[in-house]
């Protein structure tokens, strides 16, 4: 996911100015008329045939145009204009860029759907979660003669565990139907594979955890949590507080398997390479792990998760594949989960 730097690049031997052969210049003896005509013609040279240039991929960002007026240049001004070269001073710039080429060198999907589909798909992902998880289940549920606040820690952990099974299913299955008319879609879209070397670039999102967990105490101070009531607090930390290992089982699953699946699926399978149609990839990444963040309405938790969204849509746009991306977010959501049981 992420690229070690370049070495400083430099000039290739053959770009740069040398003293012809045939004009050996301790040889060559020269009158006063001729040194101050060479002086002049040195003076008169042309700074705008220099060229800076750091978008194109070949061996050296630089370029420098020497052609004409070299020939009118003493030998040693052109040993001394090579020495003061700003290679130094632009080679950060180089190195920089080809770290970023490398983060995201990456192709645009071929998307064959238009923004209707991307906003259709959403739209009726985030209702569907919102009236499974808040009326569907409740209603079957209380039909069914159960209420969720009279269930034991284990009862409420195994009703949650079902919500988010129902909302993932639902979602997926939108999703298909949105994009049935679309298929055969291209083996790289929703591709979940253990090939690849994805490895080290889950092992790198791991080494920014820290700093997530950074973000999220900028966040708090930014935005200070409620004081927590009864009302407030959620059945998970009411389940760690009773130390009920079953609940405490189920909820993990719910958090570091099932959540991280769907999501995955939604925001990194599909929202992502849908918006590489109408911007580059890095805006994609960005703007997914907007969504993703937005998706969680917690304004305490916005900041770590767009960086937590962009570390994963880094390592999902690098590998096109759904498996470290899930792998990651899993590893997230089980650290969080385990600093809860604390």
């Known amino acids: 996911m992420f690229a070690t730097p370049s070495p400083p690049l430099s000039l290739p031997s053959s770009r740069l100015p040398c ?11 020269f009158t006063p008329t001729t040194r101050r005509f060479l002086h002049l013609s040195s003076s008169n040279f042309p700074t705008n045939t220099w060229k800076f240039s750091c978008f194109k991929h070949d061996e050296s ?9 070299s020939k009118d240049m003493l030998p040693g001004e052109m040993l001394e204009l090579e020495t003061e070269q700003p290679n130094v001073k632009l080679n950060w710039v180089s190195n920089i860029k080809k770290v970023a080429d490398a983060i995201f060198s990456t192709e645009p999907w071929a998307v064959p759907w238009t923004a209707k589909t991307i906003l259709q798909v959403m739209l009726l992902w ?46 997926i299955a939108i999703l298909k139907l949105c994009l049935s008319s679309f298929r055969p879609l291209s ?20 080494l920014m955890f820290p ?32 130390r009920d290992p079953m609940a405490m089982l189920l909820y993990a699953i719910v958090v570091s398997v099932c959540a991280p699946i769907w999501e995955e699926i939604v925001f990194r399978g599909f929202l992502l390479p849908s918006l590489t149609r109408y911007m580059p990839v890095w805006c994609s990444i960005l703007v997914s792990s907007i ?13 770590p998760l767009v960086f ?34 604390r």
């Open 126 to 171: 985030i209702t569907s979660f919102w009236l499974v998880g808040s009326w569907i289940i409740p209603f079957v549920a209380h039909t069914a003669g159960f209420r969720k606040e009279y269930l034991t820690y284990r009862g409420q952990a195994l009703y949650s565990l079902l919500t988010d099974i129902v909302e993932g299913v639902t979602g």
């Open 291 to 303: 969504a993703f963040a937005l998706a969680h309405f917690n304004m305490q938790r916005m900041l």
């Open 308 to 341: 937590l969204g962009m570390v994963m849509g880094t390592v999902f746009a690098r590998s096109r594949n759904l498996l470290p991306s899930m792998l990651l977010h899993s590893l997230w959501n089980a650290f969080v989960f385990i600093d809860l049981m």
């Open 61 to 69: 960002s630089l370029e420098y145009n020497v052609s004409g007026a």
């Open 211 to 242: 700093l997530v967990n950074r973000l999220s105490q900028v966040n708090l101070n930014l935005i200070p949590m409620p004081p927590p009531t009864p009302i407030t607090v959620s059945n998970v930390e009411q389940s760690i507080v009773a």
């Open 187 to 206: 083996s790289d879209w929703f591709k979940f594979s253990f090939k690849g070397n994805w490895h080290f670039d889950v092992g790198l999102g791991c």
């Open 19 to 29: 003293t012809p052969p045939h004009l050996p210049f301790f040889k060559t003896p």
